[in-house]
């Protein structure tokens, strides 16, 4: 018998192909996938740590600060045990420049600090610094006292702080009727009413109230960031109502220079020399007997100076603006926690008889 072949056997297998490359590749995609996932949620672990732990001490801070805030009220206090003022104000010498204060002390709490004083720009970067004591709200000009005889003094500040003549008049104006309650402006095509703020692109009402706040000023004709915060140190709104009245014992050069040059013209026959003159001998006489006068509240007595005619012309207008006692006081609280360099300031003013907070708001640092 012929041998014969299982044909069953010939024909040829189809065998797999070997997958190992593929899954190969395969599992180190899965493995790549699932790193950057991983990654992706440490990250977002690590950011959601590192934003409760700025919470945290952002918190922390916070509270500090109205640790702070107690802390400054029964500073006041003691400064007034009896009802005289003793408080250390900030003293400016005759070329306006700020004497170095004592740096404020740095009180620890929990982790962190705060410091009681006030802020000082102290270096070229705008970096601050802190100097112990009070500043003396009564030393600034009072915009809720502004009136059609006396608004020429917020004119001359704007102008002695480098605002445009023409602009600095039309600001002046607009602030003061912003809060009288005159519905008409005192000059054509200056300040502004209600016909003015009605048809800006947002409509609002001309208040013709009181100031609450400076801030208020930003709804003022006029009135820019750069002009506001040039113009923030030297102005208050408290006391809410009464006349303008400065603290002549505690004001700045510019404050000063302000009233001084508001009053000359044909009114004291005199010239901007004379009102400038007139405040120079008024820092120089201060400067000597400052120290004492705030320690022992004595009335700093100018009629003392040697002043010329035209000089003594002009001291005697603006000596009806004179007040020699402050009623609030406005301080700063900066804390801080070191550890994450978290940090937190507030500016608060305070009526002093009472103890009352007037203002309070948290700042830029």
Known sequence: MPFRVNQKFMIPRSYPANNSGIVLIVVLWV???????????????????????????????????????????????NYFPDGINKLPYINFSEKNQMKQPEEAAKIPIDTGYFQMGYRVSSDENGSDTYGQGFQDESGRININGLTLSNYHVLEQLLIILGVDNHIALDIALSMMDWQDRANDTVEPGLGAEDDFYMKQPKPYHCKNLPYDSVEELFLVKGMTKKIFQTLKPYITVFPKYGGLTVNFNTASEEVLKALARSVTGPQTNTDLADADSLISKILEYREKINEQTVQDHQTMDFNDMPLNAKERAIYLTINSYRSTRGGAVRFDVHAVEPASRVETNIEVVVDQPTSNILYWQETAH
């Open 31 to 77: 493995l790549a996938i699932l790193s950057i996932f991983v990654f992706i949620v440490g990250q977002g672990a690590k950011t959601e740590i590192s934003f409760a732990k700025y919470a945290v001490a952002k918190m922390k801070t916070r509270q500090y600060v109205w640790a702070g805030t107690f802390y400054a009220l029964d500073q006041i206090k």
